[in-house]
């Protein structure tokens, strides 16, 4: 038998293993899915029966209240369970078991990903993080000194830590536009786009979901206006990918960019970009690809060199783990758990909502100032007394603590928190 037929007939034995222990882990979710078969998505959100199994499907620290689940997400068991075979195995004989059995799982990575964003295998890269994606294309992108590259105040530090670099290198100009928070309503996002572009501007970055307040940006309007500009958009997922129910038509965009480790719940480390395949040629990869791999063929967007192979199988788990619940009612029970806590909070006198509720501007992420206390303090507080994790952060233009539940956040945890906060406040 040659190398290649024995590592085939190795990964054929290990799918079928595979797809037999991820049915198993599954059946119990598929059963409690079946009694709330016909209700609403928003009416299995308040279901506690259902989502009782839900969070037994985590290994998770329950001596402390996380509640920055934006940042990363502990992924299910099966998909935990997945990682460490292929870890185990790809470290017994790594030369083999990671490039001839492991590796070539990547295509039904690429596939199943592509059926998740609707659009081609063919115009699906996988990497290693949103960042990663979409610093491929904001630095793949041909620019001249003078060119301009329009994005908002509250994109990601390191996506504007890109763009950044090419305005000090190469003389782009990057206009970081302003908005309030929240924004009063989708159509003021559109126009503060439309005011700011100029006959220099050459592309648009702009985040489905704001990593700070959780605000939804209307980027099929803002996809559209930069076509009807002759404009690059790009769109940073990482927050809205798996969280909002959504394919690529429903937006019409050229490059998305997304990470696997938040609303996927997929192994650290793993992301997904989207290119158009009209746009793949012209698009400079971030490390240079061999000469073998052709300029219009997605894959060279992947040559990061080395790379662990084993994080493939756990993401087609936690693809398998999305489809069981599908977005529709993941997304209903994130905003369930974050309507629970802001609609308490905000009758607080002290308490301001920098996220709008309304479902067109928001989902599971949901952010909060406090008057006369510093969101550092609040934050410490919090974990001092109930151990309970939040986020605070500093912007240039306000200040708050940002909560994120998850599918496992059991609703006393929400509570918990509630609590706590009104205890530290008074009043």
Known sequence: MTIASSAAAEAAD???????RCEAALAPLREALAVVE???????????????VVQGCFDVDRTLVNLNNGGVSPSPRLVQDALRRDQGRANEAPAYAMWSVLEPEVEAVRARLADLFGCDTEEVAITRNACESLETVLLGFDLRPGDEVLTTNQDYPRTLAALRQRERREGVVVRAISFPVPPPSP?????????AITPRTRAILVSHMTYLTGQIFPVAEICRLGRDAGLEVVVDGAHALAQLPFRRDDIGCDYYG?????WVMGPIGT???????????RLWPLMAATPEIRDDDIRKLEQIGTHPASLHNAVLEALAFHDVLGTARKSARLRYLRDRWARRLVRHPRVRLLTDLSPEMSCGLGTFAVEGI????LAEALWERRRIFVVAFGHEEFSGVRVTPSLYTRVED???????TERILGG
């Open 187 to 195: 159509d003021d996002l559109v126009e503060r786009f439309r005011r």
């Open 14 to 20: 290990r799918k079928r293993e595979r797809q037999r």
């Open 414 to 420: 929400v509570n918990a928190f509630a609590e706590e």
């Open 374 to 377: 510093s969101p550092f303090d």
């Open 271 to 281: 992301g997904f970009l989207y290119v158009r395949r009209e746009k793949i040629p």
């Open 258 to 262: 997304a990470t696997l480790h938040k």
């Open 38 to 52: 016909g209700r609403s998505p928003e009416e299995a959100a308040a279901d506690e029966r259902l989502w009782s």
